[in-house]
């Protein structure tokens, strides 16, 4: 079993920064890859960005040049600094695990971005 606890989001005006924050903890071996997605009012979960174990990254093409995925592998985190919001990233953020098991959600963290 793998827990993830998020943290870091709010309120920020656009153009504005803020880095979330997921700390893994149990089996973490297990876990093949890290992911931030996001869900929006009456829109579905996509995936923003995704780190593997080996250290490459992905993005979705709305976010390219603005977010950046990265990990402390020591303190068993995984980060998305997101600079230059805009009011369409607002939406709940869900850090993920890929295991072998099947997938893993936090809790979600709220990103509202004003105009």
């Known amino acids: 079993q793998v827990q993830l606890v998020e943290s870091g989001g709010g309120l920020v005006q656009a153009g504005g920064s803020l880095r979330l924050s997921c700390v893994a903890s149990?089996?973490?071996?297990?876990?093949?890859?890290m992911g931030w997605y996001r869900q929006a009012p009456g829109k579905q979960r996509e995936l923003v960005a995704l780190?593997?174990?080996?250290?490459?990254?992905t993005y979705v093409d709305s976010v390219k040049g603005r977010f950046t995925i990265s990990r402390d592998s020591a303190k068993n985190t995984v980060y998305l600094r997101m600079n230059d919001l805009k009011p369409w990233d607002t939406a709940v953020y869900y850090c993920?695990?890929?295991?072998?098991?099947?997938?893993?959600w936090g809790q979600g963290t709220q990103v509202t971005v004003s105009s």
């Open positions: 780190i593997t174990r080996h250290g490459s990254t």
């Open positions: 993920n695990a890929d295991r072998p098991l099947g997938p893993q």
């Open positions: 149990g089996s973490i071996l297990s876990i093949n890859a």
